[in-house]
């Protein structure tokens, strides 16, 4: 698809060096083709949302070219490792005519007047940027070829850039630094420019290594726990012994304030806060706290009761289990909590003073952030600047800004700088989960043709209340109502089937468990995508057709059957394997674009049961072919390692990991009990394939990588072992691998054999 050439429109901003932005009213919106049939995600999706909510704001967002020839932007999105800053660099350069390694990245600072341009989220940051800063940049340079024109005696239309330099046809030139100044203009003017067509790409869609990847593997960057804030010392929090307890009583505050290195400890409604001069001082001072708590939010909960309230919530289905002429398929799944905590543990810097507040974080709705703790503080939103800071992962946990409100309540209380730092244990144990939720299936067939589809999903219910990233919609969203709003919203603008199967209906129940949930990689799309294609395999068995032929048969769209084909092809799909191996194969649509997983599972005893110290072995992924159309790949590296970080989350989702929940608190309490995909399960073969389906316009990849592979990896486990999986994780209900740590002190003691480990 070729899309005619347009002129956008935008402004050169008055300023001291050239400044331009472009104006986004006129930005086009990617929509998707319109099938005969459509979901509602198939004609307006999360995606077209959240473009179109930051489409007003998105000209107040600049592009600034600096007198030593480099371009500089602020980007009002988080960069918490998923390659957004290359990703942007790269879009800048292009248009720019500029060496990427020119351009200067910077994390913007939250700014209320962007309203819903300040969320990352929904990997919706490449498709709602794409137009905006490239039209910001190729106005700066036109405006640089119109200086230029003045200073080498020629007319624009002679003019030539290449790598920051303006030349003439005789042979002169300048370069962007040297007509920084020049360009420059005295008033804001509103200018047209054309934008380059995808033909003319020398950086789009070239692969990139990620601009910060050195100084991320040789330790040189710096995230919050880095940032050198006067004054600002460690601080924690001893926490109750169950989920969301708060403190009546400290017995031994005066003691406690008199161990070595400590300088405050304080009550603040999550817990008690201690302040020290050094981490594993203030780890001491926790330990040490006599606290009597009140009870949580899940007194007494376990993963029995909250199944119990799933299936009591569960939406009945229509169409009857007896039907006179049509053949029934009946599926049910359930899916344990999941940990949502990133590599970075939570953290935060906050510098609270009488009439004003300072605080460095990992952000990603850092408007909320700002406009939360202003309120909470009793102050402006002016008063409060909120430094957005590069985070160390995410997978949607950074949505919240859990450590922020509490630096801040920590500092307030003290009146001092802190330094907060979350404990691995209470990330794992208070930190945000993926809800427990249930999906129940109903298929019906006949003579060969699949009739309805029926899904009723039922969850914990999801925490939405960053809302789209301001103040109002984050309180609507808290309200009872307005929360069940948010969910069922989002469900209905994320899921889909992407089969033709006649009548299909999707519906998402929801029970308030009182736990800390959040959008964890996808939201809802692993659990209902895994539900819907084990059900796809029953299907397919059912009708005596292949598993990879019946999806391909029922496919909506060539897209779809690309990306299929693709992975079945380079996977070969159908080879002879052994005994208790096989493969399995599954699709995933969303954000504007479509993947395949061909998976390969071993599940042969040797490999079962193999002793693993202080890990868990099980089945093993042997080998994963990924295809994925993202529409216009702007970093296809950048994409290749999103798509590997998916499959990972995948296969996890699918075997390993999970929390615990028993009597009002999760039993995993930190990385080493919390069995994310080892390094012992990683597979041996991973291959990911980026199609070209000729798009115009990027999709989002964040997180597009899981849910194909978390049911790509169930699929292959079924026909392994000749059991379908009710359950996820598989091995959740195993005997548990680990010895739970004691909830009373809440955190272990720090290792003292460090050095023995050391290399």
């Known amino acids: ?25 006129l930005a086009s919106t990617a929509r998707a083709e319109i099938p005969s049939a459509p979901q509602p995600p198939e004609l307006y999706d999360l995606n077209d949302l959240l473009t179109d909510a930051a489409t007003p704001t998105a000209n107040l967002i600049t592009v600034r070219i600096n007198t030593d020839g480099t371009a500089s932007f602020a980007l009002p999105r988080a960069e918490v490792g998923q390659g957004i800053t290359t990703s942007t660099a790269m879009l800048i350069a292009e248009e720019l005519e500029l060496p990427v390694d020119k351009v200067r990245v910077t994390l913007a600072d939250a700014r209320p007047e962007l309203l819903f341009n300040q969320l990352t989220g929904g990997s919706n940051t490449t498709i709602s940027t794409f137009t905006p800063i490239r039209v910001a940049a190729a106005i700066a340079r036109h405006a640089l070829l119109e200086a230029a024109a003045i200073v080498l005696g020629d ?15 005789n042979g002169t030139s300048i370069t962007y630094g040297e007509l920084a100044n020049a360009a420059a203009s005295g008033k804001t003017r509103r200018v047209e420019v054309e934008l380059k067509p995808r033909d003319e790409f020398s950086v789009i869609g070239t692969s990139q290594n990620r601009l910060d990847a050195r100084d991320a593997v040789t330790g040189r960057k710096r995230f919050t726990m880095d940032l050198d804030v006067p004054d600002a010392l460690p601080a924690m929090i001893c926490r109750a012994p169950t989920l969301n307890g708060t403190p009546s009583y400290v017995h031994n505050q005066r003691e406690v304030e008199a161990m070595p290195g400590v300088t405050d400890v304080a009550v603040v409604p999550t817990g008690v806060a201690v302040r020290a001069r050094t981490f594993g001082q203030c780890i001491d001072a926790v330990r040490a706290l006599r606290v009597d708590w009140r009870g949580g939010t899940a007194v007494g909960k376990s ?9 009591a919530a569960e939406l009945p289905l229509v169409v009857p289990d007896v039907d006179p002429l049509a053949r029934t398929v009946d599926a049910e799944f359930t899916f344990y909590f999941r940990s949502n905590s990133a590599l970075e543990t939570n953290c935060a810097i906050a510098d609270v003073r009488p009439g004003s507040a300072e605080i460095w974080s990992g952000m990603k709705s850092p408007i909320v952030a700002q ?8 102050l402006l939103p002016t008063a409060v600047t909120a430094h957005v800071v590069e985070g160390g992962g995410s997978f949607g946990r950074k949505l919240f800004h859990d450590a922020a409100i509490e630096a801040a309540q920590v500092s307030k209380a003290m009146g001092k700088p802190v330094k907060l730092m979350w404990h691995r244990t209470d990330d794992s144990r ?22 309805t589809f029926e899904q009723r999903h039922t969850s914990v219910k999801t925490d939405f209340g960053h809302g789209v990233g301001e103040i109002i919609t984050a309180l609507a969203a808290r309200l009872p109502v307005g929360d069940l709003g948010f969910s069922e919203t989002i469900f ?22 009182g736990f800390n949930t959040g959008s964890m990689r996808n939201i809802y799309s692993p659990d209902v995508c895994t539900a819907r294609e084990l059900t796809v395999d029953l299907l397919a068995r059912k009708l005596r057709k292949d598993a990879y032929e019946f999806r391909r048969e029922f496919a909506k769209n060539k897209r779809l059957r690309t990306v299929l084909d693709t992975a079945a092809e380079a996977g070969d799909w159908g080879r002879s394997m052994p005994a208790n191996t096989a493969q399995g194969i599954a699709v995933h649509k969303e954000y504007k674009g479509l993947n395949a ?35 216009l790949a702007i970093n296809p590296r950048g994409l290749e390692a999103q798509m590997q970080g998916g499959i990972m989350d995948g296969i996890a989702l699918a075997l390993t990991s999970s929390l615990h929940l028993d009597t009002g608190h999760f039993l995993e309490g930190s990385w080493d009990d919390y069995f994310y995909t080892r390094q012992w399960n990683v597979p041996p073969e991973v291959e990911v394939i980026v199609v070209d389906s000729g798009v115009e316009q990027p999709g989002g990849a964040g997180e597009f990588g899981v849910a194909s592979t978390f049911a790509a990896v169930a699929c292959a486990y079924a026909r392994a ?39």
């Open 303 to 311: 993963d029995r009761t909250v199944h119990r309230e799933l299936k």
């Open 1 to 25: 698809m070729t899309l005619p050439r347009r002129t956008f429109l935008g402004y050169v901003l008055g300023a001291s060096t050239l400044v331009a932005a472009a104006d986004l009213g």
């Open 155 to 169: 007319t624009v239309d002679r003019l030539t850039t290449k790598l920051g330099v303006i030349e003439a046809p």
């Open 597 to 631: 997983a061909l998976v390969e599972i071993d599940c042969r005893p040797e490999t079962v049961d193999r002793d693993i110290r202080d890990g868990v072995g099980g089945p093993r992924v042997t080998k994963v072919v990924m295809a994925v159309d993202v529409g």
């Open 492 to 513: 209905t603008l994320t899921q889909e089937v992407p089969y033709n199967f006649g009548v299909v209906d999707q519906l998402l129940s929801e029970v308030d468990g």
């Open 371 to 378: 406009e939360e703790i202003a309120a909470m503080l009793g």
């Open 430 to 451: 208070a930190g945000r989960a993926h809800p427990m939720a249930t999906s129940r299936i109903r298929a019906t067939h006949l003579l060969g043709n699949v009739l």
């Open 721 to 759: 072992t000749g059991r379908v999986p009710s359950h996820f994780p598989i091995n959740h209900r195993d005997p548990l691998a680990f010895e739970p740590k004691p909830t009373m002190p809440p955190i272990p003691q720090s290792p003292t054999d460090g050095l023995e480990h050391t290399y």
